[in-house]
């Protein structure tokens, strides 16, 4: 079983700058994908970014060049910078992680606000 723990999200002004970590804990697969989704109301989850135990990173267009997700494989925690932050930002995020078997989890959810 694995638990994931995140944190870091508030309420922000548009431009303004956050940033989401998610600490894995239990039985940690030295092989995974960690990444960020995200879930605004209304709408269907959708995927932010995701980082490979390697290094290897995928954003969704919307995000490029504002958001960057970076890794600390010793702490099993994934972050996620945000900044330029958007109304449309505004949203529930959600850290998934994923072994090479398809097993996945995902953490509780944390709440990220952009005021315009």
């Known amino acids: 079983q694995v638990q994931l723990v995140e944190s870091g999200g508030g309420l922000v002004q548009a431009g303004g700058s956050l940033r989401l970590s998610c600490a894995a804990s239990?039985?940690?697969?030295?092989?995974?994908?960690m990444g960020w989704y995200r879930q605004a109301p209304g709408k269907q989850r959708e995927l932010v970014a995701s980082?490979?135990?390697?290094?290897?990173?995928n954003y969704a267009d919307s995000v490029k060049g504002r958001f960057t997700i970076s890794r600390n494989n010793a702490k099993n925690t994934v972050y996620l910078q945000m900044n330029s932050l958007k109304p449309e930002d505004t949203a529930v995020y959600y850290c998934?992680?994923?072994?090479?078997?398809?097993?996945?989890?995902w953490g509780q959810g944390t709440q990220v606000t952009v005021s315009s």
């Open positions: 998934r992680y994923r072994r090479p078997d398809g097993n996945e989890h």
């Open positions: 239990g039985s940690i697969s030295s092989i995974n994908v």
């Open positions: 980082i490979t135990s390697g290094g290897s990173t």
